[in-house]
């Protein structure tokens, strides 16, 4: 009798962990995580005071994630530009990848901007949602402005929202185990394509200064409007 007792709950266990395994593959585990390191900052330039926040919070840990068309992290920040001179404060923002394992663009992003004050613009829009690319890099997100503000705080919010859509007909079993860490950057200055760059306009002319640091010139003016993904 014991015999048969000690064999039912052999197998009863044996069932029991059996199903933990299939149901953990089922399902499929996924580890995100995204990593912002500081919840506000502070850019001090020549051209006044620029201050980000981060309202959601300096850390997010995310697990157990699950294909779905609603995103997994959302991210609100804001950039509040002060200062008392007639120069404009010129931004970036990036979005950094500190890790990421999962395949290129099973993840994706968008952002939402506000210009809350009506001053200067903001990073622009990001509706349609973009893929991320694998692996560590900066993904650049836009250029931002503060016109003279005359010593008054100025506003720019924005969203960050990022998504692991379940797609149809695609294999997201392979992207179990993966793991993302990144966090937002906020820089002085203009960004283009290829790099950083100081920028100011003055009396219709713009200028600007290149990597070398040679202080540079041209009489047009236009923003970049388009974001770009390196």
């Not at 663009?105 to 968008?110: I, K, M, R």
Request: charged content about 20%; hydrophobic content about 35%; cysteine-free.
């Amino acid at each position: 009798m014991n015999k048969v007792i000690k064999t039912n709950i052999f197998l009863f266990l044996l069932i029991l962990i059996l199903l933990i395994t299939i149901i953990s593959f089922s399902f499929a585990y996924f580890n995100a995580n995204i990593l912002s390191n500081e919840t506000n900052t502070t850019i001090t330039t020549g051209s006044g005071i620029m201050e980000i926040t981060y309202s959601s919070g300096d850390v997010i840990n995310i697990t157990n994630v699950f294909p779905n068309n609603n995103p997994f992290v959302i991210k609100e920040f804001t950039i509040t530009g002060k200062n008392s001179n007639d120069e404009n404060m010129h931004y970036h923002l990036l979005l950094v990848l500190d890790e990421n394992t999962f395949r290129s663009s099973a993840l994706t992003y968008t952002l939402k901007s506000n210009n809350i004050d009506d001053n200067g613009y903001t990073v622009p829009e990001i509706i349609t949602q973009t893929g991320i690319k694998t692996d560590k890099r900066e993904i650049f997100l836009g250029n931002g402005m503060f016109t003279p503000t005359n010593n008054e705080d100025k506003v720019h919010s924005y969203t960050l929202k990022l998504y692991f859509p379940k797609i149809e007909n695609f294999e997201h079993g392979i992207d179990q185990g993966k793991i993302f860490k990144a966090h937002i950057e906020t820089r002085d200055g203009w960004f283009h394509r290829g790099g950083h760059i100081n920028a100011e306009l003055r009396g219709g002319i713009f200028y600007y200064q290149d990597s070398s640091g040679s202080p540079r010139y041209i009489n047009t003016f236009r923003p970049i409007l388009t974001p770009l993904i390196p």
